[in-house]
């Protein structure tokens, strides 16, 4: 089983983020802290099954916790939960944070083995653009006090296609990560979530993303930069060097059951999915009952169905037409023959070895191409 704990907490919100966070406070933090230890609790009795094979602490942003109030989240999963040998423990953390406010070899003396560094851009014109609460400077310090501190395992988010960005920019701001030498990258298209400033200024024409094709290139020829690097894509946004891929990301596009704790996680095992809701004081009464009054749904065979084919073709191993079959009792390549054909015509998907998947091409469309398979 997988184990992911959200913190809801940012110092600010960013220009772009539509995630359930909020600003922090000490008293609230202090509400929360309290009831993320009680969850913790009563799930492991629950789900009946302690042993875990990744925890993830994300947000939000992890950081921006006192060190204390980490290692008291971090001694509950301990003491609730059995951790796997060979254990991956990422935690999130964002440059500005880590550099005083947080002592990365604590951090590592805890168990924490993975840290996930959200940079998102190397150029400072594009940080003030995002909103970003550091600079280039901080970021490319923050990478080198996690190696220094001994964590095997480093990870970096970017972003592309930000307005005023070129895809020379792009390119370069990739070479400056490269150098610095993480394991794992994570670069993601930035999306215009509702609500959000940077949306408002985009649909107002303050500021314009760059064009489709500007956006297409950046996707296309950034892949091709990071493996000429040695960085396998091993998933739609995600690349790393061999065997340095995020286990518990994999886990969950393999269909492992997983378990959430905190406002607005979600939770999946044994058929049966569940969120916590998003408001602290939402998340507060649902403590206040113990946690058993979680709104819970009971996955349909259908839902299951588009699960199994939306998660593995995001990865570049695909979907297992065996696996489709077993579960359905239909051939996948035969009740989606035409689309198929059509797909595999424009160079946008491969069939090889029992396995299905998206060319780069199609992952740069896979949300057109996924909806196509969907139930």
Not at 66 to 90: M, N, W
Not at 300 to 319: D, P
Request: hydrophobic residues 40%.
């Amino acid at each position: 089983m997988l184990l992911y704990v959200h913190v809801p907490f940012c110092r600010g919100r960013c220009a772009y983020c539509a995630f359930a966070s909020q600003e922090y406070i000490q008293e609230p933090a202090g509400v929360y802290l309290q009831l993320v230890q009680q969850e913790l609790q009563v799930r492991s009795r629950q789900v009946q099954n302690t042993r875990i094979s990744s925890i993830y602490i994300g947000g939000g942003t992890p950081t921006v916790l006192p060190q204390k109030s980490l290692a008291r989240i971090v001694e509950a999963v301990y003491k609730h939960f059995d951790p796997l040998p060979g254990c991956e423990f990422t935690l999130e953390a964002n440059p500005e944070n880590i550099q005083g406010d947080i002592d990365l070899k604590v951090l590592a003396s805890m168990g924490i083995n993975r840290i996930s560094l959200g940079i998102q851009s190397l150029d400072d014109q594009l940080l003030k653009v995002l909103e970003r609460g550091h600079d280039t400077r901080q970021a490319l310090k923050a990478m080198r006090m996690i190696r220094e501190a001994g964590f095997a395992r480093m990870s970096l988010d970017l972003i592309w296609g930000i307005p005023g960005q070129t895809l020379k920019g792009w390119l370069s701001e990739l070479a400056q990560a490269v150098q610095a030498g993480p394991d794992h990258l994570s670069c993601y298209g930035l999306g215009l979530e509702p609500g959000t400033r940077l949306t408002a200024r985009v649909k107002t024409k303050e500021t314009a993303l760059p064009g489709e094709r500007t956006q297409a290139r950046m996707y296309m020829h950034g892949a091709e930069y990071l493996e000429s690097c040695g960085y396998l894509q091993y998933e739609i946004s995600n690349f790393a060097v061999m065997g340095f891929g995020c286990k518990h990301n994999m886990g969950y596009w393999a269909g492992e059951p997983f378990l959430g704790v905190g406002p607005s996680a979600v939770s999946s095992h044994q058929g049966v999915r569940w969120r916590n809701p998003s408001a602290l004081r939402d998340y507060q009464v649902l403590g206040q009952a113990d946690f058993r009054e979680t709104e819970s749904e009971n996955l349909s065979h259908a839902q299951q169905l588009n699960e199994l084919v939306l998660l593995s073709l995001r990865t570049s191993r695909g979907l297992n037409l065996n696996d489709y079959k077993k579960l359905s009792g239909v051939s996948f390549s035969r009740k989606y023959a035409d689309i198929i054909q059509v797909l595999h015509r424009n160079n946008l998907i491969r069939m090889a070895h029992g396995y299905l998947r998206l060319t780069r091409n199609g992952m740069l469309v896979s949300n057109s191409i996924l909806e196509k398979f969907m139930e």
